[in-house]
């Protein structure tokens, strides 16, 4: 963005005076009074000088300022741009002097509490003497954040494939010298356990990465029918307490049907189910409730395990959010299970509910409306 003293032609200038109250908008600038106005992207005009002349509410909300702030102290782009943006600044400068216009970049601006904040940028000049212009924001610390837990993920993701595959190897090679040495059976079963015990752990990984790519492909366009979700629970609840050996009560009234995805709500019952088994001692119940209750189907998942705590409660549907202590309980996976979840069943026009208590268990109940 344009910097102090800095001219049109690059080299610096004395600095110009200019009033950072002026509330008229002349002819050139007009064009942008609505969209000024209605703060859905930040908008301040300048004279690409240093002064900030004006700036709409989403600007300054970016920057962390109030109109009073402003009032009192025009802003000025040196104070809000950092130093390591300079060359970028004065190259985007050039750019304006040649087309009247910077085509929209990434940068940051300073917040009025001294951290940084990403946007997006970009700059139109009213003409070519660049006298005067608007420059746009938008903030975009959120989509930042979630590239940053995304590359974490796949940091994660990748660094856990390989450890069980390493270690899946390892033991498989020592079960094949194990039986040409003729080893006990006892030995041999205890190498073939850790080599399934690692598959385990691959499953649960490889299981939220296709969970995920699944839920991606079919963001907002997967085919509703009339779904039995009684049945369509029972058939999840009989295949996992086959796989995970761990007994799981099946509860529910009769014939249950909403409007759903089949897949869809069978793979929100596989993420509910199976963390309740992974988050709770393998010797204590987990219950699984369908029934119906004004005019909803109530679906619940109720543990006796380790429960969560008031701070990361309202946390959990976030996606990539994990619980630092639940690696010392069950496998590590990658917190997105139960974001998608709650995207899947708000998309079924249902709600997602979770009660817990620390160290006593959690209850994950969906509702969802009946077939009408
Ligand atoms: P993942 O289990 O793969 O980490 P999820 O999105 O399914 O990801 O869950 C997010 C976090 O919520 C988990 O890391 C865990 O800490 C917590 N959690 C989920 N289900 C339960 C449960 N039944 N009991 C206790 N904690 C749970």
């Known amino acids: ?25 002349d002819e050139t600038t007009f064009k942008y009074k609505a969209l000024f106005d209605s703060n859905m992207i930040g908008i301040a005009r300048t004279d690409f000088n240093d ?62 509490d001294g951290h940084t904040v990403p946007v997006l940028v970009g700059a139109e000049a009213a003409d070519n003497t660049l006298s005067k212009g608007v420059s746009f924001a938008l903030d975009i610390s959120e989509i930042k954040e979630l590239e940053r837990k995304k590359d974490d993920f796949i940091g994660i993701v990748s660094h856990e494939l390989k450890t069980p595959l390493t270690i899946m190897k390892l033991y498989a090679d020592f079960l094949r010298t194990s039986i040409e040495d003729g080893k006990s059976k006892e030995e ?11 598959m385990d752990k691959l499953n649960i990984l490889i299981t939220d990465l296709l969970n995920m790519a699944r839920y991606h492909g079919t963001e907002s366009t997967f085919p509703m029918s009339a779904v039995n979700v009684g049945r369509c629970f029972k058939k999840v609840v009989s295949d996992l307490s086959r796989i995970q050996g761990r007994k799981i009560a099946f509860i529910c009234e009769d014939a ?12 929100v019952a596989m993420n509910l189910i199976s963390n309740a088994i992974r ?39 976030e996606r990539y959010y994990r ?16 974001y998608i979840c709650r995207e899947i069943i708000k998309y079924h026009g249902g709600n997602i509910l979770v009660k817990s208590t620390l160290g006593k268990g959690s209850t994950f109940t969906i509702e969802l409306p009946l077939l009408s």
């Open 188 to 198: 041999l079963l205890e190498s073939a356990n850790e080599v399934i015990n690692q």
């Open 279 to 317: 988050y709770s001692n393998g010797t204590s119940k987990v219950v699984v409730r369908v029934a119906k209750n004004k005019g909803q189907a109530c679906i619940s998942v109720q543990d006796y395990g380790m429960g969560i705590d008031k701070e990361n409660i309202d946390r959990i549907f």
């Open 51 to 112: 002064a900030i002349l004006d700036a709409n509410e989403a600007f300054l909300s970016i920057v962390g300022y109030t109109r009073e702030d402003f009032k009192k102290k025009p802003l000025t782009w040196s104070m809000i741009s950092p130093r390591k943006y300079d060359k970028v600044d004065l190259e985007k400068m050039d750019e304006l002097l040649k087309n009247q216009r910077i085509v929209p970049f990434e940068k940051e601006y300073i917040h009025k």
């Open 1 to 25: 963005m344009p910097k102090k003293g800095i001219s049109k032609k690059g080299s610096r200038k004395p600095k110009r005076v200019l009033s950072p109250f002026m509330d008229l908008w």
């Open 323 to 338: 619980i630092n202590h639940a690696d010392d309980y069950a496998q590590k996976g990658a917190g997105i299970g139960l």
């Open 256 to 267: 249950i049907y909403v409007t759903g995805n089949q897949d869809r709500l069978s793979q």
